[in-house]
T-cell receptor, first 112, second 113 residues
Framework: RKEVEQDPGPFNVPEGATVAFNCTYS??????FFWYRQDCRKEPKLLMS???SGNEDGRFTAQLNRASQYISLLIRDSKLSDSATYLC?????????????FGTGTRLKVLA | GAVVSQHPSRVICKSGTSVKIECRSLDFQATTMFWYRQFPKQSLMLMAT?????????EQGVEKDKFLINHASLTLSTLTVTSAHPEDSSFYIC?????????FGPGTRLTVT
């Protein structure tokens, strides 16, 4: 089982739609959780950290469920510019420090 | 937001030569930086964790003598690909840690001919 799992997609949605991605992680000791977006041939950019109580940034809402070990990202009112690959990142304790584990990403295509 | 630069953005070199890639945190200090490589349509693969003032920690399967990492200051880490071969051609990306968040450089596309 992968340490961080995501549905690779692609998710093809029309403009204005709401889309949700889930990500599951295997290590219950994981401490921090993030969503990044990566455009083709570009570096990942931090979209948002995910807090225990859930957090919202404009059209984006992230949730964490520690009991079920998953995090989610909800995008409302999708824009064409939201088309990208969304990476789930989880850090876990390892050897006195933390290691960041990346999911393989979920591709989103927002269609006009 | 935190800014990380990477230089060069693109490099083409001949087989057998060495290439140095620089990663700088421009507006913050980073004790820890990471080096990744990414092949087309694949996820990022962590190569090593670079800690200022100490030896880098390499992931399993990554040759430390081939991928030399130096983190001499709190704002600069370098990755040197020694005796590069065509199979080393890839997209190399660094990131710097600020608090618990990673901020990525724009990447270096290496092509070895």
């Amino acid at each position: 089982r992968k340490e961080v799992e995501q549905d690779p997609g692609p998710f093809n949605v029309p403009e204005g739609a709401t889309v949700a991605f889930n990500c599951t992680y295997s290590n219950s000791a994981s401490q921090s959780f993030f969503w990044y977006r990566q455009d083709c041939r570009k570096e990942p950019k931090l979209l948002m950290s995910v807090y225990s109580s859930g957090n919202e940034d404009g059209r984006f809402t992230a949730q964490l469920n520690r009991a079920s070990q998953y995090i989610s990202l909800l995008i409302r009112d999708s824009k064409l510019s939201d088309s990208a690959t969304y990476l789930c990142v989880v850090n876990k304790p390892q050897g006195g420090t933390y290691k960041y584990i990346f999911g393989t990403g979920t591709r989103l295509k927002v269609l006009a | 937001g935190a800014v990380v630069s990477q230089h060069p953005s693109r490099v083409i070199c001949k087989s057998g030569t060495s290439v140095k890639i620089e990663c700088r945190s421009l507006d913050f200090q980073a004790t820890t930086m990471f080096w990744y490589r990414q092949f087309p349509k694949q996820s990022l693969m962590l190569m090593a964790t670079s800690n200022e003032g100490s030896k880098a920690t390499y992931e399993q399967g990554v040759e430390k003598d081939k991928f030399l990492i130096n983190h001499a200051s709190l704002t600069l880490s370098t990755l040197t690909v020694t005796s590069a071969h065509p199979e080393d051609s890839s997209f190399y990306i660094c990131s710097a840690l600020l608090s618990y968040e990673q901020y990525f450089g724009p990447g270096t596309r290496l092509t070895v001919t």
